[in-house]
């Protein structure tokens, strides 16, 4: 059994910052890339940043030098810190984990339950 458990989302005013965390349990042999989506009411979930084993990351153009994920692969967490936040940037925002639970088993995606962000103007 894999979790993720996200955390560190809440009410920030417009131009604050937050950091959310995601760490993952339970029977791990490897992770790959982990990544932040997130959905907005109304809309499709979309991707916010992703960061692979190897240390790549990616950004969608919305956060690009505003947001910036990391991850500590010993402790099987990745972070995003948001910074200068803006009122479009409310949504839930969803940890996701690309990973295998044994030598020789594909990877494959696990998601976290998501941690509401809310950014008041």
């Known amino acids: 059994q894999v979790q993720l458990v996200e955390s560190g989302g809440g009410l920030v005013q417009a131009g604050g910052s937050l950091r959310l965390s995601c760490a993952a349990f339970g029977s791990i042999f490897s992770i790959n890339t982990m990544g932040w989506y997130r959905q907005a009411p109304g809309k499709q979930r979309e991707l916010v940043a992703t960061?692979?084993?190897?240390?790549?990351?990616n950004y969608a153009d919305s956060v690009k030098g505003r947001f910036t994920i990391s991850r500590d692969n010993a402790k099987k967490t990745a972070y995003l810190q948001m910074n200068s936040l803006k009122p479009e940037d409310t949504a839930v925002y969803y940890c996701?984990?690309?990973?295998?639970?044994?030598?020789?088993?594909?990877?494959?995606?696990?998601w976290g339950q998501g941690t509401q962000v809310t950014v008041s103007s």
């Open positions: 996701n984990a690309d990973l295998s639970t044994a030598w020789g088993r594909p990877p494959r995606p696990y």
């Open positions: 960061s692979t084993s190897a240390g790549s990351t």
